[in-house]
């Protein structure tokens, strides 16, 4: 069993930067895969970013050069930097793991995040 718990989200001014955390309980964080997705009001749920095991990183066209993956196997962490935001960006992000990318069986709570001036 997994739990996830995400952290980091909030309002901030478009142009702005947010880090969310998603920490996960569990010894097999380490062999999993990453994602994290977010949902706006009246949207589907959609992916932002995954991660693999091994480090390597896929993103949503959305989001290309403006967030940053990134996973702690020691912390039992995976982390979204968000820069440049936008006001298209506010929406719960969720992260999820599981064996391979795309094929998640965890989901965390969800964490808000605000892009308003």
């Known amino acids: 069993q997994v739990q996830l718990v995400e952290s980091g989200g909030g309002l901030v001014q478009p142009g702005g930067s947010l880090r969310l955390s998603c920490a996960a309980s569990g010894s097999i964080f380490s062999s999993n895969a990453m994602g994290w997705y977010r949902q706006a009001p009246g949207k589907q749920r959609e992916l932002v970013a995954a991660?693999?095991?091994?480090?390597?990183?896929n993103y949503a066209d959305s989001v290309k050069g403006r967030f940053t993956i990134s996973r702690d196997n020691a912390k039992n962490t995976v982390y979204l930097q968000m820069n440049s935001l936008k006001p298209e960006d506010t929406a719960v992000y969720y992260c999820a793991s599981g064996p391979v990318l795309g094929k998640y069986n965890y989901w965390g709570q969800g964490t808000q995040v605000t892009v308003s001036s």
């Open positions: 991660i693999t095991r091994g480090g390597s990183t």
